[in-house]
């Protein structure tokens, strides 16, 4: 069983930074392509950021140029520095990972979510 655990969110003012992080565990073998996502209320979920096995990285329009997201494969952890942070970004952060346990086919895998909020 694997399971996604994000931390790092809380209530911060716009201007200010917050480092979120996700923690995959289990009977993981591999891990590819990990994911950040959030959902504002009254919104759909949006895409924010990925990271691929290799170190490849893709962004938002939205959060180019303040968000990065970076992984240590050692720790199963994918991260996402967010900062300059504006009201708007204010959701619910999920982290995804596409993971292939021992003995099984790849898979998707979420996150609870943490909750970030960006007072103005």
């Known amino acids: 069983q694997v399971q996604l655990v994000e931390s790092g969110g809380g209530l911060v003012k716009a201007g200010e930074s917050l480092r979120l992080s996700c923690a995959a565990s289990g009977s993981i073998f591999r891990i590819d392509t990990m994911v950040w996502y959030r959902q504002a209320p009254g919104k759909e979920r949006e895409f924010i950021a990925g990271?691929?096995?290799?170190?490849?990285?893709n962004y938002a329009d939205s959060v180019k140029g303040r968000f990065t997201i970076s992984r240590d494969n050692a720790k199963n952890t994918v991260y996402l520095q967010m900062n300059r942070l504006k009201p708007e970004d204010t959701a619910i952060y999920y982290c995804?990972?596409?993971?292939?346990?021992?003995?099984?086919?790849?898979?998707?895998?979420w996150g609870q979510g943490t909750q970030v909020t960006v007072s103005s």
């Open positions: 990271i691929s096995a290799g170190g490849s990285t």
């Open positions: 995804n990972a596409n993971i292939n346990t021992a003995g099984s086919s790849w898979a998707d895998y």
